[in-house]
């Protein structure tokens, strides 16, 4: 039987996230102050090499299979510029996808995730002053909007791996790292703190397992996520805790994602990209 979190409106979302954000502003209407044009996009994309990354998310009690994640990143000179996730039921069709266009600093990128099942949507976009972020949790249902004011300590969806990456030495040391976690689905972020839980080895080879956890009251009721690195590279190996994926429009499903260093890095084509853009999205069934 599947787990639902403790809170489910806190859809976090931080297992390699995803994306290309169209000139327009992910979410249909552009930012005030949106960086970034179509021929800058053209550009970027076709200066950019892509790997491709593959998650499987499973029951934490029963370990079934209940979605797979197919990623897809661009990057230059060892930076991300974007990221496109297609969300897959254990059958193999896709019922989600996600877009990320990253920017500076890295923890806040743009973002958009429309899942069909629901046709839940929910995203950020962000200018040179300012953010919005916004959810919509149904076709029939209103676009819900609030600006959202950025920050060093803001992080957003996939941004999460840069800020560990950025703070790798702090944590390493064992000290708590603050930060404030967007929560599309609420319209607003909340206080966390990240810290080094332990080392361990997985896939044969050493990692780094970090927890993220509110601060304050709502942290004795939530549950906290769990993500492990490997500390070679500092690459995502697994995410444990509350997923963005949905197990109605309001509740999200509880996952063990694994990332098998086997099926992670290897090169893809602009084909490839074009046709995860392109494919068509199913109301299909996710297991556990």
Do not use: C, Q
């Given at each position: 039987m599947r787990r639902i979190g403790s809170l489910p409106w806190l859809s976090l979302g931080l297992a390699l996230c995803t994306g290309v954000a169209c000139a327009e502003g992910i979410g249909g209407e552009r930012a005030a102050g949106e960086e970034g044009s179509a021929?800058?996009?053209?550009?970027?994309a076709a200066g950019a090499d892509?790997?491709?990354f593959r998650g499987e998310a499973r029951d934490v009690e029963s370990s079934s299979l209940m979605y797979v994640e197919d990623h897809l990143l661009r990057s230059e000179?060892?930076?991300?510029?974007?990221?496109?996730?297609l969300y897959r039921c254990p059958g193999g069709e896709a019922f989600a996808r996600k877009h990320v266009r990253y920017g500076e600093p890295p923890f806040a990128p743009q973002f958009e995730?429309?899942?069909?099942r629901f046709d839940y949507r929910e995203g950020f976009n962000r200018?040179?002053?300012?953010?919005?972020?916004f959810v919509q949790r149904g076709a029939d249902e209103?676009?819900?909007?609030?600006?959202i004011a950025l920050g060093e300590s803001l992080v957003v969806d996939a941004g999460f791996d840069e800020f560990v990456r950025a703070h790798w030495d702090t944590l390493a040391a064992g000290k708590e790292v603050p930060l404030r976690f967007l929560v599309p689905s609420r319209l607003a972020s909340y206080g966390f703190k990240v810290k080094k839980l332990r080392g361990e080895t997985l896939y044969g080879e050493p990692v780094s397992t970090f927890r993220l956890a509110l601060t304050g009251l709502l942290g004795?009721?939530?549950?906290?996520?769990?993500?492990?690195?490997?500390?070679?590279?500092?690459q995502l190996?697994?995410?444990e805790g509350l997923s963005n994926i949905r197990a109605t429009p309001d509740e999200n499903l509880v996952a063990r994602i694994d990332f098998p260093p086997d099926q992670q890095g290897e090169a893809a084509t602009a084909e490839a990209w074009d046709a995860a853009e392109q494919e068509p999205l199913k109301a299909c069934e996710v297991g556990g």
């Open positions: 021929e800058n996009a053209a550009v970027t892509t790997l491709r000179d060892a930076h991300p510029v974007e990221r496109l996730v995730i429309l899942d069909a200018g040179k002053l300012a953010g919005e972020t209103a676009m819900k909007k609030e600006a004795w009721f939530a549950d906290a996520i769990d993500v492990s690195y490997r500390d070679r590279d500092r190996i697994r995410f």
